[in-house]
């Protein structure tokens, strides 16, 4: 039964996280003008400025914490080729092949 109420207040789509933003804004604006009154000045609207700030971070957390959904109809008509491993394992590193003849001259010489 918990389980049940509990879904009710989980955000699942971009609109309903709008909504939550929407309100977050609301009670910061709200907020941020009690802080203007109860201290006058600049600590009332640095307050004020942190409220509506707030929403921003808020916001941006709960739009990206929201799945988009998926495409309906795929864009193209035919699936992707497979890639598929060849025997040799290409995960393992591979000693790169060494020039020896780019080494300047003066390395070389064995006078």
């Not at 609109?15 to 009670?27: K, S």
């Not at 193209?76 to 300047?104: C, D, F, H, K, Q």
Request: hydrophobic share 45%; aromatic share 10%; with cysteine.
């Amino acid at each position: 039964m918990l389980r049940k109420i509990g879904r009710l207040f989980t955000i699942k789509t971009r609109f309903e996280a709008w909504l939550v933003i929407y309100a977050i804004a609301v009670g910061a604006v709200e907020r941020g003008q009690h802080y203007l009154v109860a201290f006058p000045g600049w600590g009332g609207w640095t307050m004020a400025l942190a409220c509506t700030g707030v929403v921003f971070l808020a916001g941006g957390k709960l739009l990206d914490s929201v799945r988009k959904p998926a495409p309906a109809v795929a864009r193209v008509p035919y699936a992707a080729a497979v890639r598929r491993r060849t025997l040799i394992g290409r995960s393992r590193p591979r000693r790169l092949p060494t020039n020896r003849a780019s080494e300047s001259r003066t390395l070389r010489r064995t006078d």
